[in-house]
Every structure is written in structure tokens, then in C-alpha cells.
């Protein structure tokens, strides 16, 4: 799995990706279902990437593999958020491995 997570973030849009999730509110604008819990819409990240639906989706399916984002469905949208403990695991789990 870490090496799994390394492949995830070894590209530069998503962990681009990753830090603006780390303040969707300072970086993206009000999502329509109003809770910044639930997280931030495809399409917002995809057009602050610059990137296609395909590509975007592509880059976060990836992530969500890897176990760094979470995704919420609401209608026909999906919202992506960070999930915090994945990412303090891999973090504590890598210093270990080192």
C-alpha cells in the first residue's frame, strides 16, 4: 500500500490537488450543498487544475485509491475532501520505513 500511496503523490497536479484540498474554503469557492465538511465538486477541481472531466476524475480516483480523499455522492455530483487520517498514517508509517 505505501508504495501504492508514494505513486499517488509522486505527480505534481494532485499533489497540487492535495493542497488546495487542505483549505477548500480559502481555495475554491461556496459549494452548493453549503457543508465544507462534505467537501469540494469535480468540476471545481478540475477547472482550478485546468484539466478535462476524464482527466480530473483520473487524478482523484487515484488518490481515493490510495486512500488520501474521501468521496461523497450527492445527486450528480461528487465531492472530494482530504481524508486526514490516511494521510497522518502514511506520514507516521514513512518515517517508520525510513
Known amino acids: 500500500m505505501i508504495l501504492e500511496q508514494l505513486k ?3 505527480n505534481d497536479t494532485r499533489m497540487q490537488m492535495m493542497e488546495w484540498l487542505k483549505d477548500p474554503l480559502s481555495n475554491f469557492p461556496p459549494q452548493d450543498h453549503g457543508d465544507p465538511a462534505i467537501g469540494v465538486c469535480v468540476t471545481h477541481l478540475q477547472y482550478k487544475a485546468g484539466l478535462s472531466a476524464s482527466t480530473a476524475s483520473a487524478h482523484l480516483a487515484i488518490l ?17 475532501r482530504r481524508n486526514e487520517q490516511a494521510i497522518d498514517d502514511f506520514a507516521s508509517r514513512l518515517k517508520i520505513e525510513l
Open 64 to 80: 481515493q485509491r490510495a486512500g488520501f480523499v474521501l468521496t461523497t455522492r450527492i445527486g450528480k455530483w461528487t465531492y472530494y
Open 8 to 10: 499517488a503523490l509522486g
